[in-house]
């Protein structure tokens, strides 16, 4: 009997992690929805037992230390990332703002790739430099990244793609610099969501997602994930579980049922944004669609070579409008929602100011850009949309 075989290949585990515990009688296709503060064990022992190898093995113990519909979902990310084990944060920011508490002290050297999400750069100006970690951003490519590690940079913090722009960096060499220097290095895999890129398997030590995104996908939970290698596992389950950082199980349960259909979903979203990423590259008003799926995009080599698909995200730069065009544009959109976020099964737009999310790389004289996430509805009416909010621009 294959019953108990481990299936192997990506969207059977989505569709097969995380499996529930029989009841009398037979067992759920889902895990349930466990929602408890006090754990309860019989005897003293039990509870003093638990509590010792709680810091270093996944007990159910407290309400604070994760709880099995968590750790459910936690399973389906260690199995997408491929790591060693997975912590489950209220939000991505949180989950990224844990993966410097955990391996930064005050007096330490971190590096910080240009192209990040852009409150991470808010945490570094609050929180990161007044505490005392010395941050210095290297360029997204990662070409200028030896120049700037020392003996004391302990932690290279890359995203790739990168936020807006989506510039590729070759991470498998970011990791034998950032090793050789006895630092880790950390990835924002948000972007590729363990389907289309795989951080752990190019050689970092520690991937972080944004699960608001694609494996949550329907625009309604916030959750970060962290996955690490075995080797890079305990200060973050350590500084996790001293700050009492928890994630509520109903938020995990959507997640997990989100995660059983991001493999399909991605595959739509990539056919739909692919199609519009042509579309848009043949519009007069357009002059570069900015997707690393392209062969235009600057990145496209390290695409093809490390990523495993494109997901719903394109931008573009006009060739001839005032950014007040733009957003004229953005507002003539009926299909597409105007907000911050993506990862949901809608279409969304938004105006981006590149150039005040890099200090690097000059964007400066870039004609304004639009984000698009390109969502599940039919891409014919999509096309519809923009094109008669083009004709606005133009007319206008
Ligand atoms: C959205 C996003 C985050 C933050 O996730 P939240 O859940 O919104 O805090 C982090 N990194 C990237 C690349 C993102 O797009």
């Keep these: 009997m294959s019953r108990t075989r481990q299936p192997s290949r990506l969207a059977t585990r989505l569709v097969k992690g995380g499996a529930t515990a029989p009841a009398a009688g037979g067992r759920a296709v889902n895990p349930?929805?466990?929602?408890?503060?006090?754990?309860?064990?019989?005897?003293m022992d039990d509870l003093n037992d638990a509590r010792r190898r709680r810091g270093t093995e996944r007990l159910f113990t407290y309400g604070a230390r994760g709880n099995p519909t968590g750790f459910a979902l936690e399973d389906v990310v260690t199995g997408l990332e491929g790591g060693y084990r997975t912590r489950l944060f209220p939000t991505g920011l949180a989950a990224i703002s844990m993966?410097?508490?955990?391996?930064?002290?005050p007096g330490d050297h971190v590096m910080v790739a240009d192209c990040v999400y852009q409150p991470l750069r808010h945490f570094v100006d609050t929180f990161l430099r007044p505490w005392g970690v010395e941050v210095s951003y290297?360029?997204?490519?990662?070409?200028d990244a030896a120049r700037h590690i020392t003996a004391r940079t302990k932690l290279v913090y890359a995203e790739c793609p990168g936020s807006l722009v989506y510039e590729m960096c070759d991470l498998p060499a970011l990791a034998e610099l950032a090793h050789r220097h006895g630092a880790?290095?950390?990835?924002?895999?948000?972007?590729?969501?363990?389907?289309?890129?795989?951080?752990?398997?190019?050689?970092?030590?520690?991937?972080?997602?944004?699960a608001t995104k694609y494996l949550s996908g329907h625009s309604d939970v916030m959750m970060g994930t962290v996955t690490t290698t075995r080797d890079a596992w305990q200060p973050l389950a350590t500084m996790a579980d001293a700050q009492g950082v928890a994630v509520s199980p109903d938020d995990a349960w959507l997640v997990l049922r989100g995660t059983r259909t991001l493999a399909a979903r991605l595959e739509l979203h990539e056919r739909h944004a692919l199609e519009i990423a042509h579309w848009l590259a043949a519009q007069p008003a357009v002059a570069r669609v900015l997707?690393?799926?392209l062969p235009s995009h600057p990145g496209h080599?390290?695409?093809?070579?490390?990523?495993h698909g494109t997901n719903g995200l394109l931008s573009f730069e006009f060739a001839?409008?005032?950014?007040?065009?733009?957003?004229q544009f953005v507002d003539a959109l009926e299909l597409f929602g105007i907000g911050a976020s993506w990862g949901g099964f809608e279409s969304l737009a938004l105006v981006v100011g590149v150039a005040g999310t890099r200090t690097c790389e000059d964007w400066g004289a870039a004609g304004?850009?639009?984000?698009l996430h390109i969502g599940l509805e039919d891409p014919r009416d999509l096309v519809d949309d923009l094109g008669r909010a083009f004709e606005g621009v133009s007319g206008g």
């Design 184 to 210: 880790l290095l950390v990835a924002d895999n948000t972007w590729g969501s363990g389907v289309l890129y795989r951080p752990l398997m190019l050689g970092a030590d520690v991937s972080v997602m944004a």
């Design 32 to 43: 349930a929805l466990v929602r408890a503060s006090t754990v309860l064990f019989d005897t």
């Design 368 to 371: 304004p850009i639009v984000r």
């Design 301 to 307: 080599a390290l695409w093809r070579r490390d990523c």
């Design 291 to 293: 997707c690393p799926a």
């Design 99 to 105: 993966v410097f508490l955990a391996y930064a002290r």
């Design 138 to 143: 290297f360029r997204a490519d990662g070409s």
């Design 320 to 327: 001839h409008a005032s950014p007040a065009a733009a957003a």
